[in-house]
Every structure is written in C-alpha cells, then in structure tokens.
C-alpha cells in the first residue's frame, strides 16, 4: 500500500460557513469538488494531492485522506477491524502516534475510550508485525490518526495536516479578540475584491485581515510559513518532492503594481503588533500602517474597498459607547468612501443598526461559536464603477 501514489477520498474540514470559500480554493488549484458540506468538502486523491492541498488552502482546518470505510457496532469492532489493518506499511513502528476522533453513537459516552481502542490496535498490530510499537500521546506534530463513526458507519483517515491549518503562522502576537486567519481570509474573499484596488482597513487590531489581503494579492500561500505536517510522518513520505512542492510556493509569489493597502488603528500598541505580524508573513513593505481613530484614515482614491471589524459587545466595550461607533462607521462610510464598497464584520446586529445604511449583502459567518454576519454597503455616488468583480485567482 503506497497511500502516497493511491487515489482515495479526501476529507478536507474547515470551521462553519467557510466551506463555499474553501471550495473555491480546491477548485482553484484543480481538483474536483465531489461533495460540499457545512464543514469542508470531499474531492478524490492521493497523499501526494494531500501535500499540495496543505501547503495552499487558507479556509481549511485538515486535510485527511481515507484509509478504510468499515461498519462498526461497538467499540469492540472497531479494534477488531483496525487491528488487521497493515499500519505496518504507513505509521513508523519508532514513532510517535496520536489518535483523534469524531464520534456520534449511543455506546460511547467518552471519545478519549474510542481513541485509546484505536491506539491499541495499531501498536498491537505494528508490535506483530515489527517488533516494536510507537509512543503515544496528545500531541499532534508527528503521526496523526483520525476516526470517524457514527452511528454503524465508521472511517479511519490519515490527518495529513496535524496542527490545525486554520492558524497560518505568521501571526506572533495575537492581540486582542484576534479574528482567526482562516476566517479572515474567507471574509476577504467575500468581497470579491479584484485584488488590485485600494483596500483599507481602519480598526485594524492585529493586522489580520490586511496581512491575509496582502498574502492573497501577491499570491502567498500559508505553506510559506510552516514547516511541519501530518503527511511528513507517515511511511514513503519524500522529502525532495516536499521541497519541490515549497520552491513553488516562492516561484508564485508576484508583484502588483500600485497596490494600496493600509491598516489604521487608535491603539499605538496595535499597530506595534500588526507590523511585526506582517513582517512575520513577509507583507509589511506592501501595507501602510497609520495610527490614528478610524475617521481620520485616509481613504484612497476610489473604487476600494474599506473593511470594518469592530467590537461588537461580546467580549469587550460597552455597548452604549458602540452605538455611538457604530453610528460614527456609518457616517464615515457616506461622508468620505462614495465610491467605495464598505464591509462591517460584526456578531452584534442589534449594533448594526446603529450605522444608518441598509446593507446590500449580509454574508453569514461564525467567529468562534458566535453568529456574525459580514454586511456590505454600496457606496457608490452617480454611476457605478465595477471593482468588486469576482476572481479565480488565487
């Protein structure tokens, strides 16, 4: 079994409401979409696919590539099916092993059981057959296994990714209420920015979401700022190949000429951390940071984007003082952006209220488990001037 030459099912899972996102970039890097759910899609390939997938996606959370489909009725089963499995030609015996697991059905009533039954079967199976068996624990840096059961249908996957691709790693300090990477890359493309026009974001906090419209318009993949992988510690993996596949990421990286992106913020102390952020992620040159109160950014020339991420109440401010902002958002949206499209990421549409334009668009999205829409705003005065035509690139 060369699970890195073998086409199988790929299980790519993103956080909720980022899977139309994500299938947009799985296509784009051409593969098929066999399947879209709430949380990520299927399409078809090998571990070798898998690389490729870790190293470009920016909505996805893992990348894992199927093994065996099998139905289980108990926990038993379970060891009984994966204990004839050959793990001996896909986990190092001398490695280090960890078992995750989704489970929905009514004999368990505590996954880490479901997880240990797992882990027993593929030590007793590579003790066997080998001689020896790997270590075992939480973390998720070298072999990772992952099963899915519910009800009797159950699935055992290579997580090809390991630690979460959610979180892109240039980020070296978070900040406050940071919005997470993946997130912040689908909001972006919500826009249907053209990823040449001027994009301004005021309240900038830690930089994320201009970080993530500099990455995407120079056509920098998160694979550039991670090093470690699930597929790395699986049996066959080729390290040449893997470099191979990271020079390219370089090699695609362009210049845009005339991109204006800035990043505004009140806190002097935020825009400290957005610039070590985008220095992290290679992007600082490309990215004009200002520090000052939202209504005095300066707004390019239009068409733009401008793109608002308040507080929203749910962790920090009071709401009586965000009224007053949110009303300030709206009146600076009409005042200085006429020919613009504004977008107001927030979970709080009670506050959404408060800015006095109707959205032409309320894009739904999870920020953690609170609901959050992302509402746009046409600002445009006279005839409209298209910027915010969809793009396939990526």
């Known amino acids: 079994m060369n699970v890195f030459q073998s086409p199988s099912r790929i299980i790519i899972t993103c956080n909720k409401r980022l899977a139309p996102y994500l299938k947009q970039e799985v296509e784009t890097l051409?593969?098929?979409?066999?399947?879209?759910?709430?949380?990520?899609?299927?399409?078809?390939?090998?571990?070798?696919?898998?690389?490729?997938l870790n190293l470009h996606l920016r909505c996805a959370s893992q990348v894992l590539y199927s093994l065996k489909q099998f139905r289980s009725n108990r926990p038993e089963d379970v060891y009984q099916t994966l204990v004839k499995f050959p793990w001996e030609k896909i986990v190092p015996a001398d490695g280090y092993l960890t078992v995750t697991s989704t489970v929905d059905h009514f004999t368990v009533n505590n996954n880490l059981f479901v997880n240990v039954k797992v882990k027993d079967a593929i030590a007793d199976r590579l003790r066997r057959e080998t001689g020896q068996r790997p270590d075992s624990?939480?973390?998720?840096?070298?072999?990772?296994?992952?099963?899915?059961?519910?009800?009797?249908?159950?699935?055992?996957?290579?997580?090809?990714?390991?630690?979460?691709?959610?979180?892109?790693?240039?980020?070296?300090?978070?900040?406050?209420?940071?919005?997470?990477?993946?997130?912040?890359?689908?909001?972006?493309?919500?826009?249907?920015?053209?990823?040449?026009?001027?994009?301004?974001?005021?309240?900038?906090?830690?930089?994320?979401?201009?970080?993530?419209?500099?990455?995407?318009?120079?056509?920098?993949?998160?694979?550039?700022?991670?090093?470690?992988?699930?597929?790395?510690?699986?049996?066959?993996?080729?390290?040449?190949?893997?470099?191979?596949?990271?020079?390219?990421?370089?090699?695609?990286?362009?210049?845009?000429?005339?991109?204006?992106?800035?990043?505004?913020?009140?806190?002097?102390?935020?825009?400290?951390?957005?610039?070590?952020?985008?220095?992290?992620?290679?992007?600082?040159?490309?990215?004009?940071?200002?520090?000052?109160?939202?209504?005095?950014?300066?707004?390019?020339?239009?068409?733009?984007?401008?793109?608002?991420?308040?507080?929203?109440?749910?962790?920090?401010?009071?709401?009586?003082?965000?009224?007053?902002?949110?009303?300030?958002?709206?009146?600076?949206?009409?005042?200085?952006?006429?020919?613009?499209?504004?977008?107001?990421f927030t979970g709080n549409l009670d506050l959404a209220k408060k800015i006095g334009l109707k959205a032409s668009r309320r894009i739904e999205f999870y920020n953690a488990k609170l609901d959050c829409r992302l509402l746009e705003y046409e600002l445009y005065s006279g005839s409209r001037r298209a910027i915010t035509t969809k793009t396939t690139e990526q």
């Open 30 to 52: 051409g593969f098929t979409v066999d399947r879209l759910f709430s949380t990520g899609v299927e399409t078809t390939g090998s571990l070798t696919d898998c690389i490729k």
């Open 137 to 344: 624990g939480p973390n998720l840096d070298r072999t990772v296994i992952h099963l899915f059961w519910k009800e009797e249908d159950a699935e055992v996957f290579i997580d090809t990714s390991g630690p979460t691709l959610a979180k892109h790693g240039y980020r070296k300090i978070p900040g406050k209420a940071p919005m997470l990477e993946a997130l912040a890359a689908a909001t972006v493309m919500a826009t249907h920015w053209d990823r040449h026009a001027p994009f301004v974001n005021p309240m900038c906090g830690s930089g994320t979401v201009a970080i993530e419209a500099a990455l995407l318009a120079t056509g920098r993949s998160p694979g550039l700022f991670r090093s470690d992988y699930g597929f790395m510690h699986v049996l066959g993996f080729e390290q040449d190949f893997y470099e191979s596949e990271r020079k390219k990421l370089n090699e695609q990286i362009k210049e845009v000429p005339g991109l204006s992106i800035s990043a505004t913020d009140i806190s002097e102390d935020a825009i400290y951390i957005s610039k070590i952020n985008a220095a992290a992620a290679g992007v600082e040159s490309l990215i004009q940071f200002s520090v000052c109160d939202f209504e005095a950014t300066e707004i390019p020339p239009a068409p733009g984007i401008i793109y608002f991420n308040p507080e929203y109440g749910e962790r920090m401010g009071e709401l009586s003082e965000l009224e007053s902002t949110y009303a300030r958002l709206g009146d600076m949206m009409k005042k200085k952006c006429q020919g613009y499209t504004g977008y107001i």
